[in-house]
C-alpha cells in the first residue's frame, strides 16, 4: 500500500519519493502520533528550534 507524500522543497503532494518537479526528497506530511511518554520529545524540540535559528525566524 503507498502512501500519500510531500516534497520538502516545491511543497507539492506526490506518490513518488522522489519529486517528479524539482527531484527534491519527499516525505509523510502526517505528524508523529502523540504520546504522553514521548522519549525523543526533547530532541525534536531542539533540531526544530536549530531550525527556526537557521531561517532567521527567531
Not at 520538502?8 to 517528479?20: G, N, V
Not at 509523510?28 to 527556526?52: E, M, N, V, W
Amino acid at each position: 500500500m503507498r502512501h500519500i507524500l510531500k516534497c520538502k522543497k516545491c511543497d507539492i503532494y506526490t506518490m513518488e519519493e522522489i519529486c517528479p518537479k524539482c527531484g527534491g526528497i519527499a516525505v509523510s506530511p502526517k505528524p508523529a502520533k502523540f504520546s504522553p511518554d514521548d522519549k525523543y520529545g526533547d530532541y525534536r524540540r531542539k533540531a526544530k528550534f536549530d531550525d527556526f535559528r537557521k531561517e532567521g525566524l527567531i
